[in-house]
């Protein structure tokens, strides 16, 4: 039964979904505040749920020698190590739905409270003033909405914007013409947004691209009295840049809900009039703090239990539906990798995977990155789907999809070429109705051959006695052949033969076999496979 540890305040709830889908799961919930402890029982857990209190450093990914999967309650990872993780292979998921109408509700009611100085107004009032020719405010209708970041949440908050009788457009490179159309906003630049914007709303990620997006050079494009909102991330927008701007009216007010440094207690913007700030609350309805906290309790557990993979950072989704069909694929997408990987001894440039008939119309994604992993495992053995696309561009290796319809007699297949410096080498496979992986071309020879635990492929010229050379080295050293295949490209042509074996090929025997001048190469391989029959 995995094992799952709760480390940060989660709902009841999301507890007894784990219990109820059979994981096995720990409720501390102040753990995560406690760094030495919690980097002390990690090692005892398959998967990490948390909230923003805990944070997941490369320290603590190291310590975690068994997890496999780490769920955070809500859209921000800024307190995981998404790079340390992808490499130890630990798949980082998120709840990027949970929350998305709370956090553009609340974007909203602060475009409100901006347009009419209400929290002022309130304080004033609240005092036995009774200011009312002090607070004049503005009507939205018919103002100019930008929302930069048109995602889940950008996108719910510019219908919002258009159902409020406003012009909306938005600046974000992903969004195609199409799906604004559909929002009903119209698509636009960065620099023509900030031109033309009378409220500027906030709503993408955190990038090295996106980090301080909102500075003085855009504060100088920007209308007179623009008024700015962000409940996305604190360090979109430069702060000291905007205390300036508001100090001289280029931005007639500020709305914030994040900021640079959290938990903010102290902050510039802190005492200025125009200014409106709440303490991260985007996501703090109890609606939305029950849906993420259940979002990310099934997610896990569906990937600890029946290996789906949904709303993940570092990891292509699989969902639950598609999970059964495609995990025989992802075996044979690793066969394909692993078998090249070990003949395969000089380093490899390129990466072509060609999906062809019925695979080209599944998660080609994950089946790429399964296939990566079987290419590197040879050189890193705890390589797994995760780690491998991330080790692969490390490397330096291009990798090339293809796909097209179906070619030939079988119903879909996976064709895996790579290059090196020296030579092209390729390997295609496909799954019968048993699920069980099989290979169907071997440097563009045809054939027919299951995949064994442990077999040798050899190389030669299509010369007579090849199969009584092969088994007479064999039955001379004791090795046992539980099955063989062969196959050439034509009559004296190339020639390949795989050997099925009891055991790992020795390596004396090996040694022997590559000593004899009519075979080209000889490679053991090993697949993590049942023996064959």
Not at 137 to 162: D, P
Request: charged share 25%; glycine share 8%.
């Amino acid at each position: 039964m995995p094992r799952v540890l709760v480390s940060d305040k989660l709902s009841p709830t999301a507890v007894q979904i784990f219990k109820d889908r059979g994981v096995d799961v720990d409720y501390l919930p102040d753990l995560g505040k406690d760094k030495e402890k919690l980097l002390s029982v990690i090692d005892q857990y398959d998967g990490l749920a948390i909230r923003s209190a805990t944070k997941v450093t490369e320290k603590l990914i190291a310590a975690a020698t068994n997890l496999k999967v780490i769920g955070r309650a809500g859209i921000g990872v800024d307190n995981v190590d998404i790079p340390a993780a992808s490499r130890k292979g630990i798949i980082v998921m998120n709840t990027p739905f949970g929350n998305s109408i709370t956090t553009a509700e609340h974007a909203i009611a602060l475009m409100f409270a901006l347009a009419r100085q209400l929290p002022e107004a309130n304080a004033s009032t609240q005092a036995g003033k009774w200011e009312k020719n002090r607070f004049m405010g503005v009507e939205i209708t018919g103002k100019v909405l930008g929302v930069i970041g048109c995602g889940n949440i950008g996108s719910i908050v510019a219908t919002r914007g258009v159902g409020l009788k406003m012009r909306v457009i938005a600046f974000d490179p992903f969004l195609s013409e199409q799906r604004a159309e559909e929002l009903g906003v119209e698509k636009v630049e960065l620099e023509d947004l900030l031109k033309r914007a009378d409220f500027i709303t906030l709503h993408t990620p955190m990038t090295d691209k996106t980090k301080g997006i909102i500075n003085a050079d855009a504060f100088a494009k920007m209308k007179n009295g623009v008024r700015i909102i962000n409940c996305a991330r604190g360090g979109l927008i430069v702060e000291a840049d905007l205390v300036e701007a508001l100090k001289s009216g280029k931005v007639g007010g500020a709305a914030v809900d994040v900021f640079e440094t959290e938990p903010a207690t102290e902050n510039a913007l802190f005492g200025m009039d125009n200014v409106v700030a709440t303490p991260h609350l985007g996501a703090s309805t109890s609606e939305a703090q029950e849906n993420v906290a259940l979002q990310v309790a099934e997610q896990m557990a569906d990937y600890l239990i029946k290996g789906a993979v949904t709303n993940a950072i570092n990891m292509p989704s699989i969902s639950a539906e598609e999970a059964p069909r495609l995990k025989p694929f992802v075996k044979l997408a690793e066969v394909l990798g692993a078998f090249v990987g070990q003949v395969t001894d000089d380093p490899i440039k390129e990466v072509e995977i060609l999906f062809d008939g019925a695979t080209a119309t599944m998660n080609t994604r994950a089946l790429i990155s399964a296939t990566l992993a079987g290419l590197i495992r040879p050189q890193v053995a705890d390589v797994n789907m995760v780690s491998a696309p991330i080790m692969v561009k490390e490397r330096g290796i291009i990798v090339s999809e293809v796909k097209r319809d179906k070619s030939g007699v079988f119903d879909g297949y996976i064709k895996l070429t790579v290059k090196t410096e020296k030579m092209t080498r390729s390997i295609a496979g496909t799954c019968f109705s048993d699920g069980k992986p099989r290979f169907i071309q071997i440097k563009n020879i045809n054939l027919d051959a299951e995949v064994g635990q442990h077999m040798l492929y050899t190389t030669n010229a299509d010369v007579p006695g090849m199969i009584g050379l092969l088994g007479g080295v064999c039955g001379k050293n004791g090795v046992n052949i539980a099955n063989f295949h062969l196959g050439r490209d034509h009559p004296g042509g190339d020639a390949i033969a795989l050997l099925y074996l009891d055991a790992p090929f020795p390596e004396a025997v090996l040694n022997e076999l590559r000593d004899l001048k009519v075979i080209q190469s000889a490679k053991p391989l090993s697949f993590d496979v049942a023996p064959a029959a």
